[in-house]
């Protein structure tokens, strides 16, 4: 029987946040978008386990096209991560879709950030999903 009254849950009074390092997570949206500047990246929708519900989902994004050429290399590098780490094997020429992501299990590694003077989780990188002996992140 649920609690006819609102009321607050000890996740979202905790402004603790989620230790730096790996956790498991699915993606559970992709798609293309534009930035605040006009320039077309790709969206996705990280959902991490074992963290507070707060925390649990994640966005990362990709400046695919229309921002300077050193800017769009970066970003399609960790893009090249991000499809290996979901077990895609790409070959040049091989095209940008957001659907291929979806649903994919992987790892990704996040660290504290500032954004706007608010502290944030910020993805840093990516590898395969693998089983870890206990629910711990691992810790670098």
Not at 40 to 47: F, K, N, T, Y
Not at 73 to 93: E, I, N, P, S, W
Not at 103 to 117: A, F, M, N, T
Request: net charge positive; aromatic share 10%.
């Amino acid at each position: 029987m649920s609690n006819p009254k609102p009321c607050f849950e000890y996740h979202e009074l905790s402004d603790e946040m989620p230790a730096p390092g790996y956790y498991n997570a699915r993606i559970s949206s992709a798609g293309f978008r534009r930035s605040a500047n006009g320039n077309r990246m790709l969206q996705v929708i990280h959902d991490l386990e074992r963290v507070p519900r707060v925390y649990q989902r994640l966005a990362d994004y990709f400046v695919v096209e229309g921002a300077i050429p050193r800017g769009i290399l970066m970003a399609k590098r960790r893009l090249v991560q991000l499809y290996r780490a979901c077990g895609f094997d790409l070959k040049d020429g091989d095209e940008i879709s957001p659907r291929d992501l979806m649903d994919s299990r992987l790892q990704v590694r996040v660290e504290h950030d500032e954004w706007e003077k608010q502290p944030r989780l910020r993805i840093v990188g990516y590898r395969p999903s693998k089983p870890t002996p206990s629910d711990d992140p691992v810790l670098f």
